[in-house]
DNA sequence: CATTAAATATACAGATCTGTCTATTTAATG
DNA sequence: CATTAAATAGACAGATCTGTATATTTAATG
């Protein structure tokens, strides 16, 4: 599959906007810096994306779906069931360490534009929602000692996880998601 | 004790910077809207608080100390002292049902200005620490059924509590914070 | 080769941003 | 009442913001 020319230039917008509003934010990122650094026109961002909330949509949409299937590639790799539970907090504790503790993309969005835009807060939740049914569907095949109940089990492992990256990325450290999974470990 | 007439306008400025940076951001709200919206002069903000970063650690500095100095007087109406542990959850969730689903406007600041200004992510850490340090006494008084140690439980608490925060803030309802809540029941 | 669509560079509008400055009015105190 | 400090209104600088428009160049396709 060749790219197409359009797609090159799309692209390079998505690259470079996918690494400034997690770097800097949303609000203080501006178009005229998102086309310097992605080098191509400022006729052709708004070609391509009608608006700079378009931009945001299309950043969040991509953001969902890789960050998604790489988790689940993660979580593929190990057979078992109780396990496949605890890479969860492996893959987040990576990602933060990898990206330096900056916290949750989609958090961070939510707070920066989530209020004033109504598909920009319908993104966040489709992909905050993805994460809980698979979280679910792991936990319901677990096998778990029903300590919890199964809708227990998956609340408590949605919010560690997002209390844990917040922890991360307020106190640039990943301890206490490797708290979190000890923690877990021991309940199921 | 009478106001100085310098207190009267440094209140004005904080109770406006407050509400705009809670319900608007801080980095869309302008320092122009404050005055205009607290009604005192450009000159009197710049006279009180040097830059518009100086006003943000204020403001930090302000919610931390009344947000902090509510939730113990909630905290200390109940006797039990699980129930105490309970009582925070009920804390955050009246807080979330009340602010409209805002989310932690010390998390919002993090995702905003943290990465930035390393006296605004100072405030952050401290609130955030003192809160974390007030649930570990909290945990070490209850006499819970030690199913978790007291360190694993007070992270346990530390990061439900802001995971359902989140939750919260991004599906614009509380259900979350009370699943929270029941699932601590079980484990104390 | 001619046509067509995409991408480019650049200027521009109109608004907004933080922060500084001057000059005036207000109000508290000796 | 006179003095002094605080608060005020408002202009201003210099930069930046989103979004539009024009005119030119590039590249793919029939």
Known sequence: MIKQRGQVVVDKILDTAERLFFEQGYNITGINQVIEEADIAKASLYKHFGSKTDLLVAYLQRIHERWFDKLEADVDKVADPKEKL???????????????FGGCRFIKANDEAGMS???????IQKAKQHLRDYISMLVVNSGHQKL???KELTELIF???DGGIVAASVFKQAD???SAKSIIQKLI
């Open 148 to 150: 919890l109940t199964d």
């Open 117 to 123: 835009d109504e598909r920009v807060l319908a993104e």
């Open 86 to 100: 605890l890479t969860l907090f492996d893959y987040h504790r990576e990602r933060q360490l990898q990206n330096g």
């Open 159 to 161: 919010m560690m996880l």
């Open 176 to 178: 206490d998601l490797q």
